[in-house]
């Protein structure tokens, strides 16, 4: 099945710079993947997808980008604010029959 | 309604006893997706439905774990002869079609003593 890597584990920035947290999967026939902020106690919520036919998608200060070649993708938060912290997950999809998550990167923005 | 309703929030069980987890999906949301969390973030695949119907279940540990989702009523997932190695929060997720993206709830905290 697949495997989905997720790095770095924690990450702390200081509030007005960026963080980038990367991914890697390893099935090529996934076609989806989805981003999502966990905060405590709480349920993920999606903040950001991409699909395999887009190279790159930006939502305000949150951008994705995609390399299907070397099977990575990664999120981009820029201008980080203290309300960012909390863990955030990458997914991996094949035509949404199983979702795949990362192992999650818990992100400090230092005020 | 317009978000996953999980119940109960927290639940807490004697090692042996049966668990039993609720779901409300989205109105109109025809998968639902059922998660184990361990140790705070790695997600476990265990069913996913479409509609009433089971759609994956091959993250499922069959000997003790059963759900269901029927018409007009939450979804339900039941843990019988609980053990400590039950202890998680699970989700429970939903989406309006394949290849959507998840909607989750808020989880249940089960705790295994």
């Known amino acids: 099945g697949e495997n989905v890597e997720q790095h770095p584990s924690t990450l702390s920035v200081q509030e007005g710079d960026s963080a980038v947290i990367k991914c890697t999967y390893s099935?090529?026939?996934?076609?989806?993947f989805p981003w999502y902020k966990q905060e405590l106690g709480k349920g993920p919520q999606l903040i950001i997808d991409?699909?395999?036919?887009?190279g790159e998608k930006k939502d305000q200060r949150i951008a994705v980008t995609l390399n299907k070649t070397a099977k990575h993708f990664s999120l981009h938060i820029t201008e980080t604010q203290p309300e960012d912290s909390a863990v955030y997950f990458c997914a991996a999809s094949i035509a949404g029959n199983q979702f795949y998550f990362g192992t999650g990167t818990s992100l400090t923005v230092i005020p | 309604g317009e978000e996953v309703a999980q119940t109960p929030k927290h639940l807490v069980r004697g090692e042996g006893q049966k668990a039993k987890l609720y779901c409300a999906p989205i109105?109109?949301?025809?998968?639902v997706f059922w998660y184990q969390q361990v140790l705070k973030n790695e997600f476990k695949f265990l069913i996913s439905?479409?509609?009433?119907?089971?759609?994956?279940e091959t993250g499922m540990p069959k000997e003790r774990f059963s759900a269901k989702c029927l018409p007009n009523s939450p979804c339900s997932l039941e843990i019988q002869a609980t053990k400590l190695e039950d202890s998680a929060v699970y989700f429970c997720?939903?989406?309006?079609?394949?290849?959507?993206?998840?909607?989750f709830g808020n989880g249940t905290r089960l705790t295994v003593t």
């Open positions: 109105k109109g949301h025809s998968y």
């Open positions: 099935d090529s026939a996934s076609n989806y």
């Open positions: 991409i699909r395999s036919n887009v």
């Open positions: 439905f479409q509609n009433e119907n089971v759609f994956d």
């Open positions: 997720a939903s989406s309006p079609g394949r290849e959507s993206p998840l909607h």
